[in-house]
């Protein structure tokens, strides 16, 4: 402002300077317009520099707004190079999984071309194999032909085989259908009942063969179709006889249709069956019996024994006194007939009272039997110097007197038939046998059965005496050579039969004998308490 002033007073002067109305010296005048000049430019320059100022500002105020719009634009760049950034990565892990995706594509629609290559090829295999078959098969089509009509024949000569079959049967067979009416039968049922054949097609079943309101038809519906309690059957005359008979259901898939009836008439039989029940009863009396007489007899021939040797030995004693030596070997011989003599009526008795004094059986522990049995023996296994080798034996159920008895026979006879100065080893062993084709055991006796052994290094004998030795009263040597009656062996086979079992002997001459002796090792509840 002041510049502006000093300008205008300077303009003021000069323009006085130049008014004609104040004279001036020329000098005065060169003055006046230098400052005129003077304050114009000063007039001039600061008119110009205060638009210079303005004019800054102004672009101040611009370059203050370019910096701030160039910042802004810095950070709007910094934002756009970063989303630029992220849109970059994503578009990078876009195309990485497109590529990925593309490849597998690739990969499958190769493995997938692949594959129906193969596919196209096996096809095209199978086509050509399907052609060869077609023609195989058109070639073939005339010997197909030729060999069902070959079968049919063979079907039709079957069939007719097996009509044949069953019109020949000796049994009667008849077919019924749901309703219980016969629809097929067999010559052999005509026969038997009495009817023709046209006159039992369609028929009741019951009509023909029950004549009663239940019958047979009324247990046809019984599940097992496998046996009726009806085993009486009628004939046309109303005459009855004895059956046995089975009934099977008859079966299109799996629906049944009917029943096949197989039915044998067995007069026959059971006539045979009361005879040989008659004499069973007899045999069994005559067995009693004659156990009775031997048991009474033995015992009736038990006193006249004691007489004969109560008298030999007063005669002895007579004989001694006068010295007569003939007499004194008369009464020897006698006497000794008559001990031998007692010996076999005792060792009968004991043969006869296996059967008449048998008790129930029980469950036995065999090696507790053969601890009483070889004690028993012990005087004459110290004599003989004998070694006896016993197993582990088994439980069984039977008569432990009787199976006493057995052993001590057959180790008694081990001991005995030995060579001289010999010394016996005798070996016994026991072990179960299990039938598998047997029951249970609670309804199968034979199920599971005991076989002891008995065996020796005797003189031994040959097989073919085997049956003569368990006969009563029967020997393979002298009275001089062993002692003996010849019963213990019939006694063992006695037991065993009583047992339900059975006895046998392996041996050879001077090779020793393995008896074997196999029994049930349990009983039926019948059994037990006979």
Same mark, same amino acid.
């Given at each position: 402002?002041?510049?502006?002033?000093?300008?205008?007073?300077?303009?003021?002067?000069?323009?006085?300077?130049?008014?004609?109305?104040?004279?001036? /010296?020329? #000098?005065?005048?060169?003055?006046?317009?230098?400052?005129?000049?003077?304050?114009?430019?000063?007039?001039?320059?600061?008119?110009?520099?205060?638009?210079? *100022?303005?004019?800054?500002?102004?672009?101040?105020?611009?370059?203050?707004?370019?910096?701030?719009?160039?910042?802004?634009?810095?950070?709007? /760049?910094?934002?756009?190079?970063?989303?630029?950034?992220?849109?970059?990565?994503?578009?990078?892990?876009?195309?990485?999984?497109?590529? +990925?995706?593309?490849?597998?594509?690739?990969?499958?629609?190769?493995?997938?071309?692949?594959?129906?290559?193969?596919?196209?090829?096996?096809?095209?295999?199978?086509?050509?194999?399907? #052609? =060869?078959?077609?023609?195989?098969?058109? =070639?073939?089509?005339?010997?197909?032909?030729?060999?069902?009509?070959?079968? /049919?024949?063979?079907?039709?000569?079957?069939?007719?085989?097996?009509?044949?079959?069953?019109? /020949?049967?000796?049994?009667?067979?008849?077919?019924?259908?749901?309703?219980?009416?016969?629809?097929?039968? +067999?010559?052999?049922?005509?026969?038997?009942?009495?009817?023709?054949?046209?006159?039992?097609?369609?028929? @009741?079943?019951?009509?023909?063969?029950?004549?009663?309101?239940?019958?047979?038809?009324?247990?046809?519906?019984?599940?097992?179709?496998?046996?009726?309690?009806?085993?009486?059957?009628?004939?046309?005359?109303?005459?009855?006889?004895?059956v046995e008979y089975t009934r099977k259901p008859i079966t299109e898939g799996n629906r049944e249709i009917g029943t096949v009836v197989v039915f044998k008439d067995i007069t026959e039989r059971k006539r045979a069956e009361e005879t040989l029940s008659r004499k069973a009863a007899?045999?069994?009396? @005559?067995?009693?019996?004659?156990?009775?007489?031997?048991?009474?007899?033995?015992?009736?021939?038990?006193?006249?024994?004691?007489?004969?040797?109560?008298?030999?030995?007063?005669?002895?004693?007579?004989?001694?006194? $006068?010295?007569?030596?003939?007499?004194?070997?008369?009464?020897? =011989?006698?006497?000794?007939?008559?001990?031998?003599?007692?010996?076999?009526?005792?060792?009968l008795l004991t043969f006869s009272r296996v059967i008449s004094a048998s008790q129930p059986f029980v469950p036995v522990n065999l090696n507790s039997v053969i601890k009483g049995v070889l004690s028993d023996l012990e005087v004459r296994i110290e004599q003989t110097k004998a070694?006896?080798?016993?197993?582990?034996?088994?439980?069984?159920?039977?008569?432990?007197?009787?199976?006493?008895?057995?052993?001590?026979?057959?180790?008694? +006879?081990?001991?005995?038939?030995?060579?001289?100065?010999?010394?016996? $080893?005798?070996?016994?062993?026991?072990?179960?046998?299990?039938?598998?084709?047997?029951?249970?055991?609670?309804?199968?006796?034979?199920?599971?059965?005991?076989?002891? @052994?008995?065996?020796?290094?005797?003189?031994?004998?040959?097989?073919?005496?085997?049956?003569?030795?368990?006969?009563?009263?029967?020997?393979?040597?002298?009275?001089?050579?062993?002692?003996?009656?010849?019963?213990?062996?019939? $006694?063992? *086979?006695?037991? @065993?039969?009583?047992?339900?079992?059975?006895?046998?002997?392996?041996?050879?001459?001077?090779?020793?004998?393995?008896?074997? $002796?196999?029994?049930?090792?349990?009983?039926?509840?019948?059994?037990?308490? #006979?």
């Amino acid at each position: 402002m002041l510049t502006v002033a000093a300008g205008v007073w300077i303009y003021h002067q000069g323009a006085e300077a130049m008014n004609p109305a104040n004279a001036a /010296s020329p #000098a005065q005048k060169i003055n006046a317009g230098v400052a005129l000049l003077l304050a114009v430019a000063l007039a001039v320059f600061t008119c110009w520099n205060y638009l210079s *100022r303005i004019r800054g500002n102004r672009l101040r105020n611009e370059l203050i707004k370019l910096q701030a719009a160039l910042a802004q634009s810095e950070v709007e /760049s910094k934002r756009s190079n970063d989303e630029r950034e992220k849109l970059s990565r994503k578009l990078n892990a876009l195309s990485a999984s497109i590529e +990925n995706t593309i490849q597998e594509r690739i990969n499958r629609m190769a493995s997938t071309q692949e594959q129906l290559e193969k596919q196209l090829l096996e096809r095209q295999k199978a086509e050509r194999l399907m #052609a =060869r078959q077609a023609n195989e098969l058109v =070639r073939s089509k005339d010997v197909l032909e030729l060999h069902v009509q070959n079968r /049919s024949l063979e079907i039709q000569k079957m069939q007719e085989r097996y009509e044949s079959m069953l019109n /020949s049967a000796g049994e009667g067979i008849y077919g019924l259908d749901l309703q219980g009416r016969i629809r097929f039968v +067999n010559p052999a049922t005509a026969a038997i009942t009495g009817w023709t054949v046209e006159e039992l097609a369609g028929r @009741s079943e019951r009509e023909v063969f029950c004549h009663d309101s239940s019958g047979l038809a009324a247990e046809a519906t019984d599940q097992d179709h496998s046996r009726n309690d009806c085993e009486i059957f009628y004939r046309r005359d109303g005459s009855t006889y004895p059956v046995e008979y089975t009934r099977k259901p008859i079966t299109e898939g799996n629906r049944e249709i009917g029943t096949v009836v197989v039915f044998k008439d067995i007069t026959e039989r059971k006539r045979a069956e009361e005879t040989l029940s008659r004499k069973a009863a007899e045999l069994a009396r @005559s067995n009693a019996e004659l156990e009775q007489f031997a048991y009474v007899a033995s015992h009736d021939l038990q006193e006249p024994l004691r007489k004969i040797q109560a008298f030999g030995d007063r005669l002895k004693t007579k004989v001694d006194a $006068v010295g007569l030596e003939d007499g004194r070997d008369y009464l020897d =011989r006698m006497q000794g007939a008559a001990a031998r003599m007692r010996t076999l009526i005792d060792d009968l008795l004991t043969f006869s009272r296996v059967i008449s004094a048998s008790q129930p059986f029980v469950p036995v522990n065999l090696n507790s039997v053969i601890k009483g049995v070889l004690s028993d023996l012990e005087v004459r296994i110290e004599q003989t110097k004998a070694r006896v080798e016993v197993g582990t034996l088994p439980t069984i159920e039977a008569d432990p007197l009787q199976l006493r008895q057995l052993l001590q026979n057959l180790i008694g +006879n081990a001991l005995k038939f030995q060579p001289p100065d010999a010394q016996p $080893v005798i070996r016994i062993e026991g072990r179960i046998l299990r039938n598998p084709f047997a029951g249970s055991p609670d309804q199968d006796p034979y199920a599971e059965q005991c076989e002891l @052994s008995v065996q020796d290094n005797g003189i031994g004998f040959d097989e073919k005496y085997t049956d003569k030795i368990f006969a009563v009263f029967q020997r393979l040597h002298g009275r001089t050579e062993f002692e003996g009656t010849g019963v213990g062996l019939a $006694v063992c *086979r006695r037991i @065993s039969d009583r047992h339900g079992g059975t006895i046998r002997a392996q041996s050879k001459p001077g090779k020793g004998a393995t008896f074997i $002796v196999t029994l049930p090792a349990r009983h039926l509840k019948t059994q037990l308490a #006979a």
